[in-house]
């Protein structure tokens, strides 16, 4: 595990273009910000982005492909854990042989995003150890995202398709398919005596493991987790070798509901492309649209009325509070107290919803913000009372309530402490390394919060504290999870007092069609999960060119198999429901 | 219960009146049947977030004899197909789907799970579960709120109340055959166009020979 260095105080850090003329070049096209690195000699570059200039938490990696300019790109987001913008370099390579050095030994954070670029643009990581991929399965025919990719339900490059708006020509889809399905094959494929590879990479990955342990000679076996497994939180899949009833390896697989937000948001206009953020993380769809508006309104430039930023702080902490009640909830549940908590915590969970409902017309996949603002104001009444005095009354007593007896009931229950404390322990150096964010991070104890590392929107105006924990364990995670609840009515009470009465809630005329000024953009919120960033790029259309979501549920569970080997296969589950993960958000 | 039960055409004498019910065998069974239905617990997407709060205190479907959830397609009368159905995960659906004991129904819970929804066109993502399997009841909505799930759960109840013994396939002298699990190769292989896949492709290289 890669330690981070401590910044080279006593002689004065060169800067990347003083210290690699010639090798690491500032991006000059218009819009665009960072380094080209040549790709020979981006080991020697990176390491010393990560111990010389001290950017030791690589949060994002991705590629890109330009057709038109006929080379790909792997764009990078490095930061400083105390804080501060991002480092962002890039590597470039042809389209016919991607060839670009790993950095997995640099950035263990990398691993999984590196075999996402290689699954999605055919990029070739050399020196990875696992390159396979991993949100399509092993027999899949194609690069889907590369640009010159086309699905089999390919009508137009963008949308809207002309041929159905405005004029409101429908048909089927289907018809167009001879199979009547979303289906393309190869030329002269036929199905008599084809034999798919299966899993069989993914096991012969699994053996490869040193069987460890102790000198006893014992059976080993291979249990399959999911994809249809209660406790895998949805359609997530883990592939464990056993020995007795300790897991000596784990493999998580994914893409059991990989819904291709990437493609889809590249011929989406940039607007179309908020309700589709709703259902990356379904338990968060509200700070989901805040990340991706600050995004576009970083490369729109656009400011926000003071009475939106409010209205967006507010729906954010309340659904932080709605996200990690539910995941208390479901902790408790894998920990073996089937229900009981989860019910009492899903009503206090209700409460906020019903005020979702009646703000943005929908419970969960609420598409509420907009560039520019909010899309409606807050309702006058709700439930035949004043919103504000409802809300008073939400932050200041029932939501206080809810969370002492959740503390009261569990924090201290003693089958918690004994099954949680100690359990899969992580260092802040193996936290950071990992790329893990959000309660995993902070349970580690360092304390990196984007609200406070990088503030965005109006973050700066409140006072609050960041809930660290110091040993990483289930226990930390759990009690991090509920002090942030208690840090998010904090700061709900603060902007529930200090938010204007009346005023604008769009800078700008609401309108469905926006041109973004061509560039470049990382823009990032702090999720209940952890980090959600989106990186765009723009050709100054109507459309994004590039849309990728760096998903923070997808990149915590980088850690997991660290997390996992050398506990009880029992435990494995805890851990899973310790971090937290969403599968829409892990495999978009 | 009696009352609900209750064939009016044949009189019960005065002094039983209360005690004994006559009705017909049909209107036990499928009242027994669709008062406990085991759904299984099989969450695809967002859908299965409204489907927990549906089941929870609040909207509390044990009222409707619904509330059992359970984890292994043995024991589960009812798929609710609630989110996205992903090419990846067909197979492992439509074997679950094999593993249930008859009789078995199946709810498209949302959009995506009934036609495809806002992914529709997404290359992994395919365009409702009822090209694999078929569907008793589609719910509308994205997700549908937990009043809607119910809704689509009772009218379900109504569809179990109009079987008859008679007819119902699962006690007839044949055999059900399973529905062949599809296999992931270069795309999505349903095993029923195997020989249509073969014909087409052929045709295809033709053209540009």
């Known amino acids: 595990m890669a330690a981070p260095a401590t910044p080279n105080t006593e002689t004065e850090v060169l800067s990347l273009e003083e210290k690699f003329a010639g090798i690491a070049s500032p991006d000059t096209r218009e819009g665009y910000e960072g380094y080209i690195i040549a790709a020979d000699k981006a080991e020697e570059v990176v390491k010393y982005i990560r111990d010389d200039l001290g950017y030791d938490y690589l949060s994002s990696v991705t590629g890109v492909d330009y057709l038109e300019d006929d080379h790909m790109e792997v764009v990078y987001h490095a930061f400083k854990t105390e804080g501060g913008p991002a480092l962002n370099f890039k590597i470039q390579t042809d389209r016919e042989n991607p060839r670009v050095p790993s950095i997995t030994h640099l950035y263990p954070a990398a691993e999984f995003q590196e075999r996402e670029a290689y699954d999605m643009y055919g990029i070739l990581f050399d020196g990875h150890p696992d390159l396979r991929r991993i949100l399509m399965w092993d027999d899949f025919e194609g690069w889907p995202m590369r640009k010159d990719w086309k699905e089999a339900y390919y009508e137009a490059e963008t949308k809207p398709f002309k041929n159905r708006w405005p004029g409101g020509d429908v048909y089927r889809i289907e018809a167009n398919n001879p199979f009547n399905k979303n289906v393309v094959y190869p030329e002269g494929f036929n199905l008599n005596g084809y034999n798919p590879l299966g899993d069989k990479t993914l096991y012969d990955m699994l053996n490869q493991y040193d069987r460890g342990g102790s000198n006893l000679k014992t059976d080993q076996i291979v249990v399959n987790i999911g994809p249809q497994h209660p406790s895998t939180h949805g359609v997530f899949r883990m592939v464990v070798r056993l020995d007795g009833e300790n897991v000596n390896a784990l493999k998580p697989v994914f893409g059991y509901l990989h819904r291709n937000h990437e493609k889809i948001g590249e011929r989406n206009t940039w607007l179309m492309n908020m309700p589709y953020t709703d259902r990356l993380d379904y338990l968060t769809s509200m700070c989901n649209n805040h990340a991706y508006a600050l995004t576009v309104e970083k490369m729109m430039g656009l400011e926000v009325p003071e009475r939106a930023d409010y209205i967006r702080v507010l729906m954010n902490e309340l659904t932080r509070i709605a996200s990690h009640l539910w995941a208390t909830g479901f902790l408790l549940n894998d920990l073996g107290a089937f229900q009981t908590p989860m019910l009492y915590l899903i009503k206090n969970r209700e409460l906020i919803l019903d005020f979702f409902e009646a703000t943005s017309g929908t419970r969960m996949m609420c598409n509420y913000s907009r560039f520019g603002g909010v899309a409606y104001d807050l309702p006058d009444t709700l439930r035949d009372e004043n919103t504000m005095d409802w809300l008073h009354e939400m932050i200041h007593e029932r939501l206080p309530r809810g969370l002492e007896e959740l503390e009261r009931f569990l924090s201290n229950n003693e089958i918690v402490r004994t099954r949680a404390i100690g359990l899969s322990p992580v260092t802040a150096q193996e936290a950071i390394a990992l790329g893990m964010s959000g309660p995993m991070l902070r349970a580690a104890g360092v304390p990196y919060d984007v609200r406070r590392a990088e503030p965005y929107g109006i973050y700066d105006r409140f006072d609050f504290d960041i809930p660290v924990g110091t040993t990483g364990d289930v226990y930390d995670r759990y009690l991090v999870r509920v002090n942030e609840i208690r840090e998010s009515i904090k700061i709900l009470k603060q902007c529930l007092r200090d938010m204007p009465a009346k005023g604008d809630i769009m800078s700008v005329k609401p309108g469905y069609t926006h041109k973004v000024p061509a560039g470049e953009a990382y823009g990032r919120g702090e999720n209940p999960k952890g980090e959600l960033g989106f990186y765009c790029v723009s050709k100054g259309k109507g459309h994004p060119y590039r849309y990728h979501i760096r998903a923070p549920s997808f990149i915590n569970l980088t850690g997991l198999e660290k997390l996992c080997v050398g506990t009880k296969i029992a435990d494995v589950v805890v851990v899973l429901g310790s971090i937290d993960i969403v599968l829409g958000e892990v495999d978009r | ?209």
């Not at chain 2, 043995?74 to 492992?92: A, E, Y």
């Not at chain 2, 694999?132 to 179990?160: M, N, R």
């Open chain 2, 1 to 209: 219960m009696t009352d609900e039960l209750k064939n009016p055409n044949i009189p019960v004498p005065a002094e039983l009146e209360g005690t004994v019910t006559i009705t017909t065998l049909d209107k036990l069974y499928n009242w027994s049947r669709r008062s406990s239905i085991f759904p299984m617990i099989f969450g695809l997407a967002c859908c299965a977030i409204e489907m927990i709060c549906a089941a929870s205190s609040r909207f509390d479907l044990a009222r409707f004899g619904m509330e059992v959830f359970r984890a292994t397609p043995r024991q589960s009368d009812l798929m609710i197909v609630s989110g996205t159905v992903t090419k990846k995960m067909v197979p492992q659906i439509v074997r679950l789907y094999n593993q249930m004991p008859e009789p078995k129904y199946v709810m498209a819970m949302g959009a995506c799970a009934s036609g495809g929804g806002p992914f529709k066109e997404g290359y992994n993502v395919v365009s409702g579960i009822d090209k694999f399997i078929p569907v008793d009841v589609y719910v509308p909505g994205c997700p549908p709120t937990p009043q809607a799930l119910i809704f689509g759960l009772i009218k379900l109840q109504e569809k179990i109340d109009q079987q008859s013994i008679k007819s119902v396939p699962w006690y007839n002298s044949d055999a059900i055959e399973a529905i062949p699990i599809p296999i992931l190769g270069p795309d999505l292989i349903d095993p029923r166009q195997g020989s249509q896949i073969a014909r087409e492709m052929a045709v295809a290289t033709e053209a540009e020979a």
